[in-house]
Structure formats: structure tokens, C-alpha cells
């Protein structure tokens, strides 16, 4: 058999069973043995996971005829992942801290800390050169009375890419009988130190590999946006979104403004609260009309970013699909960008005795 089907689990009293299997997704270049786990819901939905990066490798959901098809841009091979995803993070848990900070430096505690650049930058992004994307993640399947279920877990070391404090961090993917992909993160540490988890899947509810999704409408529960600099950082105004490109308050078309956009695609953070909620709520809904495939998104983040695969070139896909500028859409649930250097934000520093919660929701329907 090619997937080794490591344990059935019966949740509650469905009438049916949800299965875990596992396979061997490759070697890395480094020699570590990369592990993909499958998740399946009794209704045929499916989530591939594989232990680089806890990177969602395939999410296939049905269309409003039953047509089921995998949404979650990626690749075949190992191989692509670890060539292409330091550019693209197809799929890939994104930290410690996610999104960008400015200078690649932080003061905290008295001490000042250097972080490397992203390439031809002046920034740091998304955790930093072999962030979170980029590690194995150790993984363990768990029972739980939603659905099939993975743990991740994975010790960053204090001075692992600059940030201070031995990190330990637990990421659950759970695939709920109620037709539901949840994230759920959770870390601790034992020194100071800033934190902003989030997943960075790009999706496309008409198939990866089909195309743009600039015909997809796009919701969000958001009054504002974040004003940024040329790096797209930050300046800690917050600016209405009424009268602009940045207006999703009501159901739009992803591409109908692009125009009016300084970089001809969205790369920006919306504000979804003025601080962490207690649970997660409504933040976003995407909708694909032609097949009606519909996901909503529920998180208890002050913020997401939405991101259209604006800076995107040409590259091959699963199946050989071609992916290229606005083939996915990516809405990253997440404390604001460079927190650590505005007060005015939710903060993202994480204290020893503190444990670091979120949840974010990923529903799906059609209509």
C-alpha cells in the first residue's frame, strides 16, 4: 500500500470513520526523512500535511455539484519545496514571527537583537532564513472528538535566527466532521520574546492550477487598513477602508480594483480588532461563483493580511499546473507587521510563564 494507514478513529457516534495515514514524502538535502500525513473526513474532504514546514500540501473540498478538488497551491516533490517555498511559503507554518520587521532588529528587555534580512531587503520576513517554514516538524497523530487529528510540535532554541528564549511550540491541524480545516497554536518560552504564528496557504477555490482568482468575491470584517512605506511596513496609522480598493466590508471582486492599487495586487493588513479576541470570529469569506465553493475564515487575531500572489513568476505546480501572478490568495491570520516597534499595536511579546493560544477556523461550504 502506498499510504500506511496508521490509525482509524472513531469520533463520537458518526456513522462513519475517519482515517490518519501516513507516507514518506522524501529526504531533505540536509538527510532528514520528510513524513506527509493524510487527514479524511467522513465526508470525503481531505488534508495532506508533511512534516517540512507543517506545510498543508493538498486540501481538497467539493463544489456545489459534490465535485471534489484540491484548492491549496504546492508541489509534487520535496525537491520544489525546499528550491521554491523560501520565496512562495506554499502552505507552510510561518514564524516565529511572521510578516515583516523592520531593519531586522528589536530592542526588548534592555537588549538589542539582530535579525538576518530577507534577500535584497531591509527587512526581516516571515521568521527569518530557516524559520519555522523551513524546519521538520516532529508529528504525532492525536484523537479528537472533532475529527482526524495532527500535532506538531518543534523546539526553537534560544538564538535561533536572531530571537532570544527556548521556544516551544504545538500546532494542531484538525479536520472536523462539520467540514472544517482548525489551526490551533499554541508556545512557551523562557525568555522574553515576540511571537506572531500564522499559516500561509494560498488558496484557490476553482482548483490549484486553474487560474487566477481575481474572480473570486472576497469579504472581510474589517474598517481598516494598515498605511505602509514602499517596504510595505507599517507607518501605525490606521487608515478607513470606505471609498477605497481596500473596501470589503461588502461582498467584492478580488480584482475588480486593482488598478487603484500602488502595486497592482493586495499585499496588505487589515485590522480585524483592536485586540486578540476571546474566541474566534467571523473574518473573512471567500466565494468562487462558478462552482460555489465557499470558505470562511474565523480567528481570534487582531488582524489578517491578505495577499494575492501579487509578486508571484511563473512556476510549475502539482500535475504540472502552472502557478503564476494571482493564481492563489493567501489571508493570514495575525498580530499586525512589525509589532515589536509599535506600542500602539497588540503587542507579540510572549513571557516566560505566559502560554501563547490562537485559533484560526477554516469552513467550508458552497452555495
Sequence with gaps: MKHLILTLLTVGLLSAQAEVTKDNFGTTRDGESVERYTLKNKHGLVAKVITLGGIINELHVPDRAGKTADIALGFDTLAEYEEHNGGVFFGCITGRVANRIAGGKFDLEGKSYTLDLHPKTSFHLHGGLKGFSKVIWKAEIITDPRGPALRLTYLSKDGDQGFPGNLNTSVIYVLTEED????????????????????????????????????????????????????????????????????????????????QISIGGYDHAFVLAEKPQTKPSLAAEVYEPKNGRVMRILTDQPGIQLYTATYTTP??????????????LCLETQHHPDSVHHAEFPTTILRPGETYRTTTIHQFTTR
Design 180 to 259: 472544517a480545516f482548525v489551526i490551533e497554536y499554541e508556545a512557551t518560552t523562557d525568555k522574553a520574546t515576540p511571537i506572531n504564528l500564522t499559516n500561509h496557504t494560498y488558496f484557490n477555490l476553482a482548483g490549484a492550477g486553474s487560474g487566477t482568482v481575481l474572480d473570486h468575491r472576497l469579504t472581510l470584517q474589517s474598517k481598516h487598513y494598515l498605511e505602509t512605506d514602499a517596504d510595505l511596513l507599517p507607518t501605525g496609522k490606521l487608515l478607513p477602508v470606505t471609498g477605497t480598493a481596500f473596501d470589503f466590508t461588502k461582498s467584492e471582486v478580488i480584482g475588480s480594483r486593482l488598478d
Design 315 to 328: 512556476l510549475k505546480g502539482k500535475n504540472g499546473a502552472g502557478y503564476d501572478r494571482f493564481h492563489g
